[in-house]
């Protein structure tokens, strides 16, 4: 019993991870293997433990779908919601308890294919949360269907011909709906998302970092790319620092890094002076 203590220790302290993830869950996840929604779930809780924030100062909020698991591993309040609502009930969340930080994770159909219309009003709000959007261009969890993000022209099991429609930019609809922070980053530059993380949470009002992710089960193996090496190395090729190009890259490469950063008052901030100055009007 000693021993095992001993080791269960000497994890913690050489991963320190560890301690964020929810005593007595089975492991490994229910992801599929080269997924990149782990490496993503590990990148948010070591920014949360480089922070130095507790368990009890941060709430983790999902709605349906692979990256909606998350919450079932952290060990972190949570709430597990449902498909697209996510940030409806972390605005809920937000209000009533102000000095928590709320992060919401959500994958790209989640956040603007059926909460389309919470993710604009989060963003128009400048409602103060960190949404982490992982972006994999495709419906995993229920068979591989386009998503809103799905690329022209590519294929899935509902576009086994091609996809017709033009994809939406996630992290562009947060910037122009109003988000005061806006970045976009890749499982395959970890460092750099790892920084992008650590702006995010130290800023006010709507955060929003979009994570493009890998899908080897479903998207990749439709569009030449059927590994996760395949599909990493994409990310690698196929993208560039937003400091290289600008915010439209002119070589049609996906731009990463900070795409938007400015400092209007966060919708909590907002919020308690509207209370403030009714309060004194009243008396």
Not at 58 to 70: E, F, K, L, P
Not at 159 to 177: F, K, R, Y
């Amino acid at each position: 019993m000693l021993s095992q203590l001993t080791a269960e220790k000497t994890i913690t302290a050489a991963a320190p991870v560890q301690s964020y993830l929810r005593p007595g869950k089975r492991f490994p996840t229910v992801w599929c293997p080269g997924c990149g929604i782990g490496t993503v779930f590990g990148t948010i809780l070591r920014t949360i433990d480089g922070l130095g924030l507790s368990k009890d100062e941060v709430a983790m909020v999902s709605g349906i779908g692979c990256t909606g698991r998350m919450p079932v591993y952290a060990d972190l309040p949570a709430m597990h919601t449902t498909h697209g609502r996510a940030l409806a009930f972390a605005t809920g969340l937000k209000l009533a308890q102000p000095g928590m930080t709320v992060v919401v994770v959500m994958g790209d159909g989640d956040a603007v294919g059926i909460g389309g219309n919470h993710f604009l009003h989060a963003a128009r709000r400048n409602m103060d949360l960190i949404a982490i959007v992982v972006n994999n261009s495709i419906y995993g969890m229920t068979g591989g269907q386009c998503s809103p993000s799905t690329p022209l022209a590519a294929k899935t099991t509902t576009s086994i011909n091609g996809n017709l429609d033009d994809p939406i930019d996630i992290a562009e609809l947060a910037a122009a709906a109003g988000a005061n922070f806006v970045a976009r980053g890749t499982t395959y530059h970890v460092v750099a998302l790892h920084k992008l993380m650590e702006q995010a949470f130290q800023r006010k009002g709507f955060s929003v970092i979009e994570v493009v992710s890998q899908c080897p089960t479903h998207f990749g193996r439709f569009n030449g790319a059927p590994s996760p090496v395949e599909m990493l190395k994409r990310q690698r090729d196929e993208t560039v620092p937003v400091t290289a190009g600008g915010a439209s890259d002119k070589s049609g490469k996906i731009t990463r890094g900070v795409l938007i950063d400015r400092d209007r008052a966060g919708y909590v901030e907002r919020y308690r002076q509207l209370m403030l100055s009714a309060a004194e009007g009243g008396r």
